[in-house]
Nanobody, 119 residues
Framework: QVQLVESGGGLVQSGGSLRLSCTPS????????VGWYRQTPGKERAEVAV???????TYANSVKGRFTISIDNTKNTVDLQMDSLKDEDTAIYYC?????????????WGQGTQVTVSS
């Protein structure tokens, strides 16, 4: 069973920064893609940023220019640097990973970490 463990959430003032990290229990090189989603009460989980094995990145329009996703192969982590945080960034952030199996894909999720931005 593959596990994804997040860290780095917390409370920050509007305009501040936070850095989230996610460590999978398997080598991050074995993932087709890894990334971050977020969810607020009453809403569906939404993609924030994803990075593929070859380094292609995608960002939600709402975070472009403020958030940066990266992979650290030496630490085996996928990190999300969040700058210029806004109240609307408050959510539970989930680490995500997709691995290729023999004939299918498998998606994995972390347990979530709370990010609260206060004005």
């Amino acid at each position: 069973q593959v596990q994804l463990v997040e860290s780095g959430g917390g409370l920050v003032q509007s305009g501040g920064s936070l850095r989230l990290s996610c460590t999978p229990s398997k080598s991050i090189r074995s993932f087709l893609a890894v990334g971050w989603y977020r969810q607020t009460p009453g809403k569906e989980r939404a993609e924030v940023a994803v990075i593929s094995r070859v380094g292609t990145t995608t960002y939600a329009n709402s975070v472009k220019g403020r958030f940066t996703i990266s992979i650290d192969n030496t630490k085996n982590t996928v990190d999300l640097q969040m700058d210029s945080l806004k109240d609307e960034d408050t959510a539970i952030y989930y680490c995500y990973g997709r691995r290729v199996l023999v004939t299918s894909y498998e998606n994995y999720w972390g347990q979530g970490t709370q990010v609260t931005v206060s004005s």
